[in-house]
């Protein structure tokens, strides 16, 4: 043992410093391979490609099928103006558009009302207009409802001409992308022109052009500072704001478009507050939109014609005296709960009046046109036309005496029989024995063929009446537009039907 070691050292180190021969050793940290973390996935460039696929497919579908002068075009369905045969209004049907507008023609004062209600940026921003949307949103918040909007003028454009009224999402994406299109494509005045040539200004008329002939019965290009902040005041809501429904809340609105156009300094504030409120022209009668024979003709007279601005005058057949006359025998019919119609033609075909219920106001329902009834006498004209396919003349003789069929007896009106007569005879007298008997001469097949080829409907059926219906009443109903009576029956014949209207010479509908 060497001298200097003592009892608490071994090989010269302290045995505090040792290690303890009896602890367990501590186990040693496994290492792990270096395994690189999974990148998160980033969201943002999905939505990314999903927008420039709607905006790739939206431009291809404006290049395609969305021509820029879609608001300069007629409406698909021209407004047109019924008249008697004498020239009087009977009903207008459809909305009106007249010719397009030129900003740079009018007056300053009229495309500055619009912008400054509508668009106070119009000049400025390329499509959108992130300021007014954001002021529309705190308007909005603070009044706990929808009160101003954020769309430019160029974004209703694009909602109007080119797309549908439905709110949602997706539409309003598709319009700030043909906003961003038609601010590439065409200059501020050409933008605005189309705007204000096809915008709604209620009472059925779209554009400036046909708002300022409607309400103020003048040009758009002479239109006063108070007509133009008028008709500005109105597209916010036509249906509410027109002068002829509401006056006092359509100058109200025009006050707020003055004050508008001052702030914007397209006026001074004096102008403004001396500009007296505009009033509509009075308009001296109102021409209704409906009524029993405009509902009859209108549909037939409108696809004759194609669209174009303006009205067109559709000059009809009806007799307007005889038409007061036979609306006024109707409404004194005195027959309580119940209806009447009433129809009146000339020898060759055309309607000179018809009345289809007591009120049109309470039923627009044509009884005239519309009901399903027996057919009763008018229904012999097919029986004598199958005749003559079957090689009879109006000579040929048939008898007029009684017949039973199948427990049926027809009986002449007037309870005369007149033995063997010829067919223009029995057709004159309108004999039901000789009628029926002829019928069932020549089959009855044969007769409905006759009725199906000159209009009745095919499901009908010929069969012999009960006694406790009348004889002439031997067949299933039938509209009205089928039964004629046999002095108007002669064009009818011919295959000819009913004249209704007149496109400048007469013309058979």
């Not at 009044?143 to 439905?166: D, M």
Request: aromatic share 8%; charged share 20%; glycine share 6%.
């Amino acid at each position: 043992m060497v001298d200097n070691e003592g009892i608490w050292s071994r090989g010269g180190s302290n045995v505090e410093d040792l290690p303890d021969p009896f602890a367990h050793e501590a186990p040693r940290p496994e290492i792990q391979p270096d395994v690189p973390a999974k990148p998160k996935r980033r969201r943002w460039p999905l939505v990314l490609y999903a927008i420039s696929a709607v905006t790739l497919v939206t431009l291809i579908w404006l290049i395609v099928t969305a021509p820029l002068s879609r608001a300069l075009e007629p409406l698909d369905d021209p407004a047109i103006l019924l008249v008697s045969q004498e020239g009087q209004p009977i009903a207008r049907r459809g909305a009106i558009k007249e010719a397009p507008v030129d900003v740079t023609k009018l007056n300053a004062v009229t495309p500055s009302a619009f912008v400054a209600i509508e668009d106070r940026r119009f000049y400025s921003h390329w499509g959108i207009d992130p300021r007014g949307i954001a002021r529309a949103m705190v308007a909005n918040a603070q009044a706990g409802g929808v009160r101003q909007g954020g769309s430019t003028i160029t974004q209703q454009l694009a909602k109007t001409s080119f797309l549908s009224s439905n709110r949602s999402m997706k539409r309003k994406a598709q319009e700030v992308i043909i906003a961003f299109w038609l601010e590439a494509w065409l200059t501020k005045d050409e933008i605005l022109s189309r705007y204000l040539s096809s915008v709604y200004f209620g009472d059925g008329v779209y554009g400036l052009r046909a708002a300022s002939e409607h309400y103020f019965g003048r040009a758009p290009e002479n239109l006063t500072l108070a007509q133009s902040a008028m008709l500005a005041g109105v597209v916010q809501a036509p249906s509410r704001l027109a002068p002829t429904r509401n006056l006092k809340l359509a100058q109200a609105r025009s006050e707020l478009v003055l004050n508008a156009m001052a702030d914007t300094g397209a006026i001074t504030h004096a102008r403004a507050n001396a500009a007296t409120p505009a009033r509509p022209v009075y308009q001296s009668s109102k021409i209704p939109t409906g009524t029993y024979f405009a509902d009859w003709v209108a549909p037939e007279a409108r696809d004759a014609f194609e669209s174009d601005f303006g009205e067109v005058k559709v000059r009809t057949t009806l007799d307007a005296d005889l038409q007061r006359i036979a609306v006024r025998t109707i409404a004194r019919s005195g027959i309580p709960g119940a209806q009447a119609a009433l129809v009146a033609m000339r020898p060759d075909g055309r309607v000179v009046a018809m009345v289809g219920g007591t009120s049109y106001a309470e039923s627009p329902f044509n009884r005239a046109t519309q009901s399903r009834r027996q057919p009763g006498s008018a229904f012999k004209l097919f029986v004598y036309l199958a005749a003559l396919r079957a090689g009879y003349t109006p000579d040929s003789i048939i008898e007029d005496r009684p017949i039973t069929i199948d427990g049926w007896t027809p009986a002449n009106s007037d309870g005369v029989y007149h033995g063997p007569i010829t067919l223009r005879e029995a057709f004159a007298r309108s004999s039901n024995a000789a009628t029926v008997r002829l019928s069932e001469s020549i089959g009855r097949p044969n007769v409905m063929r006759a009725a199906r080829e000159l209009g009745s409907p095919r499901s009908f059926r010929i069969r012999p009446a009960s006694r406790s219906v009348p004889p002439a009443s031997a067949c299933s109903n039938l509209p009205l537009r089928t039964q004629r009576s046999p002095a108007a029956v002669i064009r009818f014949a011919r295959e000819d039907c009913p004249t209704r209207f007149r496109k400048g010479a007469s013309q058979a509908c």
